[in-house]
């Protein structure tokens, strides 16, 4: 028994028990104190863990889960193979979001998480990574595991989910990347199925997965994307024109507006090598926007004809820009119908039924739209019947082998008859020689383009071409 040191006593039990009793009080407060305190912390460790507007674990998540999958290699005994991740992103989710509100667009979110989580017959996780972006974790023994997984998420992507009784389709694209055993951090291996997801949109196709060749192009695409960034912020950007001209008259009656960049070092660079790879960027926005305002300052001070310009499927598809043009001309005091836009077969492609209502906006707005580069996709006459297009321009693949072959002449002349009969307006591109321009106006097109009458021009030169024709080569 313990003693009462100072009186050299020993303890009454009543004392003693006392003392015990404090002891084992403060024991029980400290272990409660202990477990609500780490009942808390998991708690809020799990709040911020989790995507609130779906429920769905966020990339807080990710990152810890993938964290114990790299370092351990897997996450339990009876799972093999190495880890693996698919990002998923929601191509049209915005404009979910912008028709029909945040809470709509999460609720097609969860609802694709909820049918891959249904459909991937293998032990995963499914993260919501970003707002239009999901994820998927999961251990694979080889690549075409890894891929047969893709194409279960493609199917799942295909299905419309009905939402608030609306039936809502976004289109998916997705990049994959098995993890090599070197690899260990989790931001290296989302890294890599992004690029293998960039490499999959510039592709135009729904998957990829990693390959080392894609982070040379990712630092490419981010070269580029700063460069033209910088030429935007130093006016290194202009408006070059080429005449449209006027078969029966033979008169110029409107000019297609090309974008040149003058990069740093003073050489000229063609749209060809840089649109392409814009497209799926957030950059094609403001160098639409240059070549509207520019097109539209040109119109204004050198009063021009009308002046055709170019859309990329991404505008096409911007909901934002196609409402707002009107408006945005209107701002530069252009009449809609000094303006025409040109759009190609692979914007139709892509999302025909948003495409339709794209060009049927643009329309009522009072612009005219024409389908640049027609035949080199795949839309058919019977397709174009029922889009409210003004115009066609038929790609100079069908001009090149006029002289020599009378097949070429006949697809020729059955397009324009064709286009013709949907009441279209039928402009050549690609006319070189005058035996191609006196083809295509026997074959009654409207009007034509071409090296032959004049190549892009800086407006300075623009404003003075005339036409050169003989009057013999014009069609009566
Ligand atoms: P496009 O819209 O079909 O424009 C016609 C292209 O054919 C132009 O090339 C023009 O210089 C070229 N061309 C015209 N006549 C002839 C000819 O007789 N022979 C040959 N061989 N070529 C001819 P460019 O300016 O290099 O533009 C290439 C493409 O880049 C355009 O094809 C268009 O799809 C795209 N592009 C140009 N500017 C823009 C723009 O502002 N926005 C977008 N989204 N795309 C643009
Ligand atoms: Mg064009
Ligand atoms: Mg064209």
């Not at 040191?5 to 404090?22: C, D, H, P």
């Not at 006016?235 to 040149?260: A, D, I, M, W």
Request: hydrophobic share 40%.
């Amino acid at each position: 028994m313990p003693q009462d040191v100072e009186k050299g006593l020993m303890q009454s039990t009543q004392n003693w028990l006392a003392r015990i009793s404090f002891f084992i009080l403060i024991g029980v407060f400290t272990s409660w104190l202990f477990q609500s305190l780490r009942a808390s912390t998991q708690r809020h460790l799990r709040d911020i863990q989790v995507d609130r507007e779906t429920g769905l674990p966020n990339q807080a998540a990710l990152k810890e889960d993938l964290h114990v999958a790299l370092s351990s290699g897997r996450p339990r005994q009876e799972v093999s193979g190495s880890p693996a991740v698919i990002l998923v992103r929601l191509q049209g989710l915005w404009e979910v979001m912008e028709a029909m509100g945040a809470q709509t667009a999460d609720k097609v979110v969860r609802n694709l998480a909820d049918r891959l989580s249904v459909s991937v017959h293998r032990e995963h996780h499914i993260y919501r990574f970003s707002t239009s972006e999901l994820l998927l974790l999961f251990f694979a023994e080889s690549q075409a595991e890894v891929d047969s997984v893709a194409s279960v998420v493609r199917s799942a992507g295909e299905h419309e989910a009905e939402i608030n009784g609306i039936p809502l389709r976004v289109q998916l694209v997705a990049g994959s990347y098995l993890v090599e055993r070197r690899v260990v951090e989790p931001d290296t291996v989302v890294n890599r199925a992004r690029t293998a997801l960039y490499a999959a949109i510039d592709s135009n196709e729904f998957y990829r997965s990693y390959d080392p060749v894609f982070d040379q192009k990712t630092a490419e695409r981010v070269r580029l994307i700063s460069s033209v960034r910088k030429g935007l912020k130093e006016n290194q950007f202009s408006l070059y024109y080429q005449p449209k001209v006027c078969l029966k008259s033979g008169r110029h009656t409107g000019g297609e507006g090309l974008l040149r960049w003058f990069s740093s070092d003073g050489s000229m660079v063609l749209p060809g090598l840089f649109m392409p790879k814009l497209e799926n960027t957030t950059l094609i926005d403001p160098v639409t926007r240059f070549v509207i305002r520019k097109a539209c300052e040109d119109i204004r001070q050198h009063g021009l004809y009308p002046v055709s310009i170019n859309f990329s499927a991404k505008n096409l598809m911007d909901s934002a820009l196609v409402q707002s043009l009107g408006r945005i001309v209107s701002l530069y005091g252009i009449e809609p119908e000094k303006l025409e836009i040109e759009i190609t077969e692979g914007a139709l492609i892509r999302d025909p039924a948003h495409a339709k209502v794209a060009i049927e906006s643009l329309r009522n707005q009072g612009f005219l739209v024409s389908l640049d580069d027609f035949g080199t996709g795949y839309s058919s006459f019977q397709y174009l019947a029922h889009l409210p297009l003004s115009g066609l321009k038929i790609d100079r693949a069908f001009v090149s082998g006029l002289n020599e072959s009378s097949h070429a002449r006949t697809v020729l002349s059955s397009i324009i008859k064709m286009a013709h009969s949907l009441k279209l307006q039928v402009t050549v591109e690609g006319i070189e020689t005058g035996e191609q321009h006196q083809i295509v106006s026997d074959y009654g097109a409207d009007t034509a383009q071409g090296f032959y009458y004049a190549k892009p021009l800086p407006v300075s030169d623009y404003i003075n071409w005339k036409p050169g024709l003989n009057v013999d080569t014009v069609s009566s």
